[in-house]
């Protein structure tokens, strides 16, 4: 046994013997130690679970207001994100502590073995912890991607949100993030624009800018009237959506009214430069060009239609709470 100079009661850790490397089996560092770190971690895990459950108790607290709020714009994606950003501290924690434990597990039980099976035990461990660092990693960028995007469509909704609201002075009623609760799965019309020129049913598209195909600005979406252009390809998922959303609006006023009232389908890009070749049923535009396209119209609605048709959104809308 090779001592230590300082301390000859303990083993120098590791010790080599020709090409081969072991653990010294008298260690300073019994399997006890390993219980206490392995504990602590578990504990750790227990406070955090705690404080997560006490923050999501609080919420059930009355509060002093209990009359509804209306929604406002982006108001799906902005309960997506508190419920992100309730579990963050969670997967954060998680993925930080669990290969650490697997790592002090690995090593007590290394501790409890001698000879060449604690370099086999060493070798196993290492490729274990490095599995479980690289699929925690994996789950770490996946959720952080996930509440990325989320965020995009929220603030992109936003940015709709503010110029749409500014037709209230104009006499429109606007509403936003509208369900469609009756469906499944129930899906959300982002904003809805009434007034005397009829029913403006707007879808916003946040995309992010990705390298163009040669010939493509990297800024500008082109509707072609069939299908959406983007830099990178074609697609024509947004305009798909656009429309199905606005049939059915089309179909509920039906019934509040008695009569059919056409909705004219938007489909919106913020921060892009949109340019319409085309016309056809679903309108493609940058958010700044709304306000022409729901002026423009001629009168389709009396007063009393518009008043009922924003009586019925408005207790659909009304549901967020204090």
Known sequence: MVKNPRHPSLASTPVFSGSTFRLTPKTNMNPLNYAYLVAYILIYFGVVGGIWVWRVQRRNERTP???????????????????FDDLLLLHLTGTALIPLLLMVVGLWIISGVSGP?????????????????????????KILDQRYEYRIGYFGEREVG?????????????????????????????HVVVGATGVFAIQTKSRTRGTPRPGFAEHKIIFDGQKLVYPWGDDFQGLELARDRAVWLESWLAQILGRQVPVQPILVFPGWWVEEHAINTVRVLNPKQIPAVVNRNTPMLTEEQVETVTRQLEARCRDVDF
């Not at 207001?65 to 419920?83: M, Q």
């Open 162 to 190: 503010e110029i749409v609201d500014a037709l209230r002075l104009k006499g429109f009623q606007v509403f936003h993030n509208v369900p469609a609760s009756e469906v499944q799965p129930i899906f959300h019309l982002d």
């Open 117 to 141: 099976y604690q370099t086999l035990g060493l070798i196993i461990l290492l490729v274990l912890l490095a599995v479980g660092l690289y699929f925690a990693a994996q789950w770490l960028i």
């Open 65 to 83: 207001v209990v009359d509804k709020l209306l929604r406002t714009a982006g108001e799906s994606n902005r309960r997506k994100l508190s419920a």
